[in-house]
Each structure stands twice: as structure tokens, then as C-alpha cells.
């Protein structure tokens, strides 16, 4: 049951990226899919949830196939047609002829390590602090008990202090939904959720950075990513920093091409993305304000407000639907947040001085943050004269001085700011991992010598499509 | 001669390849994998593999008490050998982690929700719950970690009666012993 479901999951999520983004490379769209199917169908269980309906096999199965159907629809109306056998065949063909061994030796590590990783994740079951005193066991509970709003765990007369500050039940909620569904459809463990996003956030990151700077470079860029010492650690747990990161650097870094190229595609995978990475963790609304700053500034320069409007819409609707079910159901907890201005020059301190540690840190994230450096660094002349991807660099600053803005505002009445900055804060940086890379691999002083190699490496081998035209066989 | 030309750049690209494989290889191998973090996690990588080939066959409880230890076989007893309907009372850290002791629990065993995660459906009660909850009126078990929890019985037990699960008054034991 739970192989059916996964495999429906990956068919709306590929449905809706088809619709959404027809330009998307293969690899982006089998990447996207997984990460955008799951992502509905969470939505799709509070909606039922709101409507009383049990969260149980049958309901969530038939909704999610009447979303794929009405999906198909829309795209048959559209005009969208499968390919036929043989222009998969010459895809394939012209693909096998572009390959390098530099190429090929890359892939074969990162599948190599990500066969590694999934194994450890799918062997070793639950047992992190974070997921058993949380997420997982609400997920478990949610599916014991076929509803989230009412859950026994959310009763205050069963535990007096749930809504209190920081308390789970204001929790946003895919990460327990994404672990309620495994549960549902029987299996033993929710460990399959983290596998699988990780596995296809690795696509999805190949897939986009291969449009950016050509396959070569983004498979050495994709195994540093994945690499990344803490991040690939944490990827094979259940907590929910690194899920949080898929869909917030995923996002950002659509948002950053979109606002580059001007692709409508783009900003709708984007605005996705992003919708996704404030549904996982609630923070995650500052990548939001920070690609929807540089869209309006540029929205502002051009006049033209429409997709910026648009992308805004998808992006915070699911967070919006998520508080206004949150209120009518009582899934509140007392606010940690400062919603006041004020001035504590220890906490800035602190707050900088323990963010910076950790982004320097190479035990933690390896080479990401100084390479961005160098790259930054190496890239300014392009910056000055060419403004060479200025959109991603503003991005990333204001993105992470948003995050330390939230630590700032936070009122840290369940734990001390000292632990936080040292324990969980590290996990935060995660969202900053991908970017990091895709923005210095996009800067031109590193594109263009990975672009280069590529030419290098290519065989000049005429592919047999070509061959095919030429002789008009295929008329 | 465009053949000649063709065949000269397939030779080049294909050293060219074959330099850059080398490079590739010694980037990652001598560099990548020789750097602090990277090397170590990809070491916990082969060691988790080593463990997986090792043991294949383990069943999910015996995969949880490889990560969870004394934590998931103890809550795993309370569950084998309490009702349902059990409203169970944890004591709290320091009966799992005595001062200046080693304790054969890991993780939080006496955080309510991850109780809960093994022990579900009973109820769990913890400490600062008592005279909170209602459910701290209608406990049913006690677990004794370390000794602690028997002053909350009804009955008497012997001191030597270190770690289990009981029943908070003899009503229970009676009942079965008839």
C-alpha cells in the first residue's frame, strides 16, 4: 500500500511540474516531483482533516487520485501529449552521446554515497531527541488515531502543558503529516519520508544547476553539496532541518532564476517551493520575504507587479490556510516570538558571534561557506562591471540576515539562548548549504571554466538523432 | 582529411578525459575525503554499511535497541506486560541518569512525548504532571527506574526491586494470582 501511494505522490507531483514549468529538464522534473506530490498531499490531509474525514487509506488514496485526474486533465486541455518511443529514444541517444568519464566517475560517487546513506537511513529506525519527543511520534499518534485536531496528545486534560511556549502542537505541520502518511499506509518505520526527500532533492538540485552552469560541474557541485559533513549526517535522521532546507534552498534558488531569466516556470516552482519550506518550518517565511524583496524592487524597475503577485499568492496560501485551521482548532501554543522592536546589544553580539562560528566551521559544513568566499572574492570584478548574479547574492545576505533576525526576536523562555545558538542553530545553516553552492558555482568566475571543461570533455560525436534529420528517415 | 581531423579531436578529447578522470579521482580521494568533516562523514557511512552487511537480518526492534539501548528494551517490557488501557507514571531524569552513575538508558526516556512514541496507547504521566493532569488521578502503573517509583505504591516491595513496571495498588496482582 505504501509503494501505491509513494508512486501516486510522484505522479501529482510530476503532473503538477508539468503543468507548472514544460521547460524543466527531465531530472528537474523526477527530482520536483516526489518533493511537490508529498507536499500536496499533506495539504490534502488537513483539508480532509478540517472536513471531519478520517485520515484513513481509503479518503487519502481517493483524493489524491481525483487531484491527479483532474492534474491530467487540465494538462490533456492544455495539449500536453506523451512522447512517443522513439523521441525518448534519441533523448536517451543524444544524452549517452554527451557523456564524459569526468562526468560519469562524479555520478557514480554521489550514487555510490547516496546508496550508502539510504541504506543507513531506511536500517536504523527513529531514535533522534527531536523526532521522538516530537514529529515522528505525532505522526504515529495522527495516524493511530485518524485525525490531527483532536488528537489525544493535544488534549489538555492528557497534557497540561501543550500549549505552552514552543510547544509542538503550533508546530507547522508537513514533517508530521509526511510521517503520519507512512505510518497510514503501514509501514513500520516513518524513515522512508527522509530517504526519499533527500534522494530526490538530489535530483532536483542536479537538475537545476546542470541548466545553469552544464552537467560536469553540477555533479561536482551536487557531491559537495551532498557531502556536506553535518547536513548528510542529519539527512538519514527525521528532524525536520534538512526537509526544511530541501524546500527552502530549492526555492530560493528557483526564485533566484527566476528573477535572472524572467521564466514564468521558474517563479511557479519557486513560489512552490517556497510554500512547501514555510509548511515544514515556520521560519522558513523569511526566504519568502527575502526572494519576495528582489522581486518587488525588480517588480517596481519594470512596472509589472503581476507575477510577482501571483508567486506571493502560492507562497504564503498554504502557511495562511495552516494558521487559519490552527485557530479555529486550538492548535495554538503561547507565542516565543517578540512581535515588538527592541534593542539587546549582548544578544546581537551573542547571536553574531555564534552564527559566524558555526558558518565557519569546516567540521560542520566543509568547504561551503569558505569557498563562498573565495568565489565572492574572485567574482567581485564581475559583480562591479558585469553585476553578475546579483540576485543570488542579494538573496543569500538577506535571507540569512533574516534568519538572525528571527534568533533575535526570539523570546527564549523554553530553553536558554545559549543552547540554541550552539545546538539547533548549527541545523539552520542547512538552508544555506545548496545556496551557498549554486551561488558560487553560478558565479561567473566559476561557471565559465566549469562550462569550458565541459566543451573539453564533450565527445564531438554526432548524435543519431542529427544523423536521423539529415537523411529524413524520420519524415 | 575532415576524418583525419575528426579522429584526432575523439583522440584528444579522450585524453583529455582520461587527465581530467585523475585529477577528479585526486581531488576527491586526496582532497575532499582527507578534510576533517568530509572524512568523517563518509566514515560513519562505511561503518553504518559494515554494520547493515553484518547483521542484515535484524528485526526492527532489534535495530532499535542497537540505536536506542536499555531506553527502547525497558519501554518495550512496559508495553509487553501492561493492559492498553494503562495510565502509567515515568519518574523523571535523574531516576534514568543518577548523578556520578552510568545509566544503561540513552535519549530522553523521561520526556512524556517520547515515552509516548513506544508506549502509545497507554497514558503517560510524568512528574510535573501530578495534580495537573487527570490522568495523574487514575494512574494504574508505576515504572521503577533505579529503585524510584516505589515509594508510590500501595503495598510494599522489596528494596532490591531495581527496574520494572508495577501496578500502583495489589488489586491487580491479587487478581492475577487468583
Known sequence: MLAIDIIL??????????????????IEKAGLSFLTGIFSQTILLVLLDALNIPLTRLPILSVTVILWLILCAVLYKKGYSFKSFNEYKNLLIKQVCSINVVWLAFIVVIVYVEYMNFSKCMYFPTFD?????????????????????????????????????????????????????????????????????????????????????????????????????????????????????????????????????????????????????????????????????????????????????????????????????????????????????????????????????????????????????????????????????????????ISIFLYMLVLYQIDYKWDTINNVLAYSAKRFIFCFVPLAWYYLSTNKVISYPLEKLEDLLTFQIKSEPEVFVKTGRRR | MANHKKQKNIYTTFWLNVVFLLLAFAFVKGSVLNQQGYSWVYGMLKGNMKTIKQYPNLTLPQRSEVKMGGSYSYYKYIADNTPKNAVIYIPARDAFFPKGQQSMFTGEPYNKMWAIRFLYPRKVVVPQEMGHSIYSRKLTHIAIVNGVGLEMLSYSVSPNFRIGVLPINNKEILKQTK
Open chain 1, 9 to 26: 505522490v510522484i505522479l501529482v507531483g510530476l503532473s503538477i511540474i508539468e503543468l507548472v514549468c514544460p521547460s524543466a529538464s527531465f
Open chain 1, 129 to 397: 531527541r527531536d523526532s521522538l519527543a516530537g514529529f515522528d511520534t505525532i505522526g504515529y499518534v495522527i495516524a493511530q488515531e485518524s485525525n490531527i485536531k483532536n488528537l489525544s496528545i493535544f488534549d489538555i486534560a492528557y497534557n497540561p502543558g501543550i500549549h505552552g511556549p514552543g510547544s509542538y502542537i503550533s508546530y507547522a505541520p508537513f514533517v508530521q503529516l509526511g510521517y503520519a502518511i507512512a505510518y497510514i499506509f503501514g509501514a513500520e518505520t516513518s524513515k522512508i519520508i527522509s530517504a526519499l526527500m533527500f534522494l530526490f532533492f538530489l535530483l532536483a538540485f542536479y537538475g537545476i544547476l546542470a541548466r545553469s552552469i552544464k552537467k560536469t560541474g553540477a555533479a561536482i557541485i551536487t557531491l559537495l553539496v551532498m557531502l556536506t559533513p553535518e547536513m548528510l549526517a542529519f539527512s538519514s535522521m527525521s528532524a525536520t532541518n534538512v526537509m526544511h532546507a530541501i524546500f527552502a534552498s530549492l526555492g530560493t534558488i528557483y526564485g533566484i532564476r527566476w528573477l535572472d531569466k524572467g521564466e514564468k516556470g521558474d517563479m511557479l516552482i519557486s513560489s512552490i517551493m517556497l510554500s512547501a519550506n514555510a509548511w515544514t518550518r515556520s521560519e522558513g517565511v523569511i526566504f519568502i520575504a527575502a526572494i519576495g524583496f528582489l522581486a518587488l524592487i525588480k517588480a517596481v524597475r519594470k512596472h509589472s507587479i503581476k507575477q510577482l503577485i501571483l508567486w506571493g499568492v502560492i507562497a504564503v496560501l498554504p502557511f495562511f490556510l495552516w494558521s487559519v485551521y490552527q485557530r479555529i482548532f486550538g492548535l495554538t501554543s503561547e507565542s516565543i516570538m517578540m512581535t515588538s522592536p527592541f534593542y539587546d546589544q549582548e544578544k546581537i553580539d551573542l547571536i553574531i558571534k555564534n552564527m559566524f562560528n558555526h558558518f565557519l566551521n569546516v567540521q560542520y559544513y566543509g568547504w561551503t561557506f569558505k569557498m563562498l568566499m573565495i568565489s565572492f572574492v574572485l567574482n567581485i570584478w564581475f559583480i562591479v562591471k558585469k553585476k553578475d548574479n546579483l540576485y543570488g547574492f542579494f538573496a543569500l545576505i
